[in-house]
């Protein structure tokens, strides 16, 4: 990597390291999942302080380091602020950063995984968007990225769920979150994204956890 070389992503997840840095995990539109330090990040007054976080999308200016890149300089372009403000809305967008990690490799390009994840954070701000189909849309056409998708839904279904299913796998990223469905397509539709990631990724998530507590307590 040159130095000084600029990266464009969105910020997964940070861990502290001493008392004053952290280790960003940023996955990016140039080389897929980055794994950063950021020095200072945790002291009061750094200007890496309010974008090395998680939900915060923005250009990263990196220098090679000893064992991970040092971002040495960064600009937030986008920080998801509503979804910060709202509790369920932070557990689904936990779960979808979760769900990008546990899914792509290190400097492995993942350009269109990112657009994926980033319009789905854009959608989960839409009133008019349920939240579970927000979340369903986004694990099937990341399976679908990933490559490990089924052409048909894996249980039996209704056509409206059928055709959900159908439109999901074959629209583009940035066409996805553009429609509703009825409540018992949404269930059957779910049932079946279920099924599939179940088999495909049988990883206990925390986040999604924490979404389903937080679920049945509203």
Request: proline share 5%; hydrophobic share 45%; charged share 30%.
């Amino acid at each position: 990597m040159r130095e000084g070389e600029e990266v464009t992503g969105l910020v997964l997840k940070t861990m502290p390291i001493g008392e004053r840095d952290r280790r960003v995990t940023i996955l990016t539109r140039e080389k897929g999942k980055l794994s950063c330090f950021a020095r200072g990040a945790a002291r009061q007054g750094s200007p890496l302080m309010g974008i090395a976080r998680p939900l915060v999308y923005g250009k990263f200016t990196l220098r090679p380091g000893r064992d991970a890149d040092i971002i040495t300089a960064a600009e937030g372009l986008r920080f998801f602020g509503t979804l910060e403000a709202d509790a369920l809305a932070l557990c689904y967008a936990s779960y979808f950063l979760e769900l990008a990690d546990y899914f792509y490799r290190e400097f492995q390009r993942e350009e269109e995984g990112l657009k994926l994840l980033y319009f789905a954070l854009l959608a989960l701000e839409k009133p008019e968007l349920p939240r579970e189909l927000v979340r369903r849309i986004l694990e099937l056409k990341l399976l679908v990225l990933d490559g490990s998708y089924v052409v048909v839904p894996p249980l039996k279904t209704h056509e409206n769920c059928a055709y959900t299913w159908d439109y999901v796998v074959r629209t583009p990223v940035e066409k996805l979150f553009t429609f509703t469905v009825g409540e018992t397509a949404l269930r059957e539709f779910a049932a079946n994204v279920d099924a599939l990631r179940s088999q495909v990724a049988p990883h206990h998530f925390r986040a999604l956890s924490v979404l389903e507590e937080m679920r049945r307590v509203q």
